[in-house]
């Protein structure tokens, strides 16, 4: 075993205590029963309730004793909006309790764990505002604490000084608390030293819409509103001792759905605000590794989050790795506890701690076959993987049309009237014709083929309404298995019993999700929606000219899949639709229901991510 001391010196005479390393990772030899247990508000640079005084953040840490003693340690962080949400919290002097198991685990092998009270949520002050600026600034507060940048006090107003950190800070979490992560990251905070986004969201505004058109769940359920329906959610029955600001946080909370309501699902400042991405490249400025996790599955937060903020990562090569999985919302406890654990110890005693442990030199990316295999990959998307265009050729009797690398002559047309019908209706038996959608297909593949990366389909049209939705559904057409795995909701996630037992025994956040399996004859492998109106500016909107021409060009999901020889691609272009869940479709366009569309063939494609390029393309 070896014997290292923190990373930064201590300023006592004696030495400090020190952490152990076996086996290439830090070993368990401080006594968590023995753990120091303290609640500290750090002051946030801003006053979001307006009551003339800064948000104060509620942090509740546990540590070695050690640290008592001049030991310095790094930090493993997880803010959320949602403590506040479980029963009754505790007093202000008092930690909630830790109830994951990053506490057990790691603060024997000489990490401080500590939780984080969004602003305006539990016994936090300020409002919260889903996704703007104040989440970020009350939880790079804390982290700027931890490096000795910001003010903390006791409950009984002492100062409170992290004189025991090292300044390392890790933070993970899951769906919104993993959404926080990669908000301070794209702040560029020294001493952030890695984050583990795991179904987290990178730009709320295509959270809550998809390219000009709401989601569904979110319009049909809370009209329009979500961003107010969520703030409003986090911070019910909160208010702190002393505060006033819950009835301030009325007029805040109404004003996110004010502001939702009139961008119309344009992305407006208000949503520009809500958007990680630009800022991307801040997190390569203090060197800020990233340990991303997503379900290709998750129909809440949609892969396309994971693939559009590691997208940017890679173009600036920034430290990385990735798992995809082929599950929807939910922890990776659920399916490799054991990996999962194991993994997180060796990348926190890599980034936090810098032991060099050889995780680095490993692949970058773990990928989950529908059959529940593991595979490792170089690098994701595939690193050979091409943009593939493949031309929309005119359907004859009895065929669909077709899907090839030649573009048709002349310039033939064909036109679906947006009517709505199930996803089943619009995707199934491509060979006959149907009024509500148009399909293309290739010929079947003489060899196995995989995606990997983005669809992008480009589609020029008119239509004879002033709106128009278009929907791109990417199917493989074969008859084979088609797996479906449950999810979760994000706060049965972030709330369910995570304990060191529930990962040995498969309960709780461990609990392994169902899998179910039907032999079908097609299945969905990416859809992506359109407001025609909103093309090619996202920003604003503007009504449509009947008969008239447009190019539109859209995205559809991430694709990670291999379709079987013998399979054949298919496109299916349509408009409204129903999906259940009803996260998976758009919302209706009522005025665009009964008008017909018109695709011009030539002029229309399909660009598929292609692992191998044209030449593994194989018909």
């Not at 340690?73 to 403590?83: D, L, Q, R």
């Not at 309501?261 to 208000?270: G, H, K, L, V, Y």
Request: hydrophobic share 35%; charged share 20%; with cysteine.
């Amino acid at each position: 075993m070896t014997v290292l001391g923190p990373p930064v010196a201590a300023s006592a005479a004696a030495d400090p205590p020190r952490i152990v390393i076996g086996n290439g990772v830090t070993q368990p030899v401080f006594s968590y029963a023995d753990a120091i247990q303290e609640v500290v508000y750090v002051e946030a640079p801003m006053d979001s309730d307006a009551d003339g005084r800064r948000d104060r953040i509620a942090v509740d840490v546990v540590r070695p004793a050690e640290t008592e003693a001049g030991m310095r340690v790094p930090t493993i962080m997880e803010a959320s909006p949602y403590f506040g949400r479980d029963a009754g919290d505790p007093l202000p002097d008092r930690t909630r309790g830790f109830p994951g198991w990053w506490d057990e685990y790691f603060v024997p092998r000489g990490y401080a764990v500590v939780q984080v009270e969004m602003q305006g949520t539990g016994r936090s002050f300020g409002c919260p505002t889903t996704g703007g600026v104040e989440d970020t600034t009350s939880i790079r507060a804390v982290v700027d604490w931890l490096n000795g940048r910001a003010p903390g006090f006791h409950a009984d107003g002492s100062t409170a000084v992290a004189d025991w950190s090292s300044g390392n800070v890790g933070m993970q979490g899951v769906s919104y608390v993993g959404t926080l992560p990669n908000a301070v990251a794209t702040e560029g905070v020294p001493g952030l030293r890695t984050v583990v986004p795991i179904s987290a969201i990178s730009s709320w505004y295509r959270y809550v819409n998809d390219q000009g058109i709401p989601w569904s769940t979110w319009s049909e359920n809370v009209d329009f509103r979500y961003t107010e329906y969520l703030a409003d959610y986090v911070s019910v029955g909160r208010v702190p001792p002393g505060s006033v600001s819950a009835p301030a946080c009325e007029s805040v909370i109404t004003g996110l759905g004010d502001a939702e309501e009139a961008s119309a699902s344009d992305f407006t400042p208000f949503w520009q605000e809500r958007n990680y991405l630009p800022d991307a490249n801040k997190i390569k400025t203090v060197g800020t590794s990233v340990f991303m996790v997503h379900g290709l599955t998750d129909y809440n937060v949609k892969t396309m989050h994971a693939a559009d903020l590691w997208r940017e990562i890679e173009k600036r090569q920034m430290p990385r790795k990735i798992w995809l999985h082929r599950g929807a919302h939910v922890n990776p406890t659920s399916f490799r506890p054991a990996e999962w654990q194991a993994v997180m110890h060796r990348w926190m005693d890599y980034w936090l701690y810098d032991i060099p442990n050889g995780i680095m030199d490993e692949p970058m990316a773990d990928i989950q076959r529908p059959d529940g295999s593991w595979e490792t990959h170089a690098t994701w998307p595939d690193a050979d993987a091409k943009k593939v265009d493949l031309r929309l050729g005119p359907a004859t009797a009895g065929a669909a049309g077709t899907l090839s690398l030649d573009a048709p002559t002349g310039d033939p047309t064909q036109s679906f009237v947006d009517q709505i019908e199930s996803q089943a209706v619009k995707i199934g038996n491509a060979e006959q014709a149907s009024p509500g959608r148009l399909a293309y297909v290739t010929p079947p593949l003489t060899a196995d083929l995989r995606l990997s990366g983005t669809p992008e389909v480009a589609v020029r049209m008119d239509t004879t309404a002033g709106t128009a939705l278009l929907s791109a559904l990417l199917v493989d057409y074969g008859t084979g298995p088609t797996v479906s795995v449950a999810g979760k909701e994000p706060l049965e996630v972030v709330q369910e019993s995570c304990e060191p037992e529930d990962l040995a025994n498969r309960t709780g956040c461990a609990e392994p999700m169902e899998a179910d399996v039907a032999i079908t004859p097609e299945r969905v492998l990416a859809w992506g929606h359109v407001d025609v109106k909103n093309s090619p500016d996202l920003r604003r909107s503007r009504p449509l000219t009947p008969g008239a021409e447009y190019n539109v060009r859209w995205t559809t999901l991430p694709s990670e899949h291999v379709v079987p020889a013998g399979h054949r691609i298919g496109l299916v272009i349509t408009g409204n639709y129903n999906a259940n869940p009803t996260s998976n479709r758009p919302a209706r366009d009522a005025e665009a229901v009964g008008s017909r569309i018109t695709v011009h063939l030539n002029g229309s494609r399909l660009e598929l991510p292609v692992a191998g390029g044209k030449e593994a393309l194989r018909f």
